[in-house]
């Protein structure tokens, strides 16, 4: 009896870390969110995608503002190119911002679906080649009546 008190918060604590593992696998497949290109999909994935750009897409407004009001206080403003070291920091912040929240623009009004389309579409021909090939090398499809019987 002694044995089976000292067994049971063992396996209480296996169990949760098992769940968390778990949830940690399930919430992996909500990666389609940061990575347009991640072949993992879940009920929550498409869900996800819109509160996630548009987090991201405020986030990234909030902080080209907020750039460019302290490029406004702290950097002198210069006449023609000169620029001080401040101000040009401040410059490429901001220039950096610009492609992040065009492309979270982007995402937002195209969708889940018509993203997932158009990134397989860009993808370049060696993608698609190594799929095929490791595709192929699996056991179950080894056999060439399994692949012509599809």
């Known amino acids: 009896m002694d044995h089976?008190?000292?067994?049971?918060?063992?396996?209480?604590?296996?169990?949760?870390?098992l769940f968390h593992i778990g949830l940690v696998i399930f919430f992996f497949a909500?990666?389609?969110?940061?990575?347009?290109?991640?072949?993992?999909r879940t009920?929550?994935?498409g869900p996800a995608w819109y509160p996630w750009h548009t987090l991201a897409l405020v986030a990234k407004l909030?902080?080209?503002?907020?750039?460019?009001?302290f490029r406004?206080?702290?950097?002198?403003f210069s006449l023609g190119d000169v620029q001080s070291r401040g101000q040009s920091r401040f410059t490429k912040w901001l220039d950096s911002i610009q492609p992040d929240l065009n492309g979270h623009n982007r995402r937002l009004t195209d969708g889940f679906r018509e993203n997932i389309v158009s990134y397989a579409l860009q993808a370049p021909r060696e993608v698609d080649v190594k799929a095929l090939t490791w595709l192929f090398q699996l056991p179950a499809l080894a056999e060439k009546s399994k692949i012509e019987g599809s």
Do not use: E, G
Not at 30 to 40: A, E, I, K, R, S
Not at 72 to 76: E, R
């Open 4 to 17: 089976a008190n000292k067994t049971a918060p063992a396996l209480i604590n296996f169990s949760m870390l």
């Open 30 to 40: 909500t990666l389609p969110c940061f990575d347009h290109t991640c072949p993992y």
């Open 43 to 45: 009920p929550f994935s």
């Open 62 to 69: 909030f902080l080209r503002v907020t750039l460019r009001q």
């Open 72 to 76: 406004a206080l702290f950097a002198s």
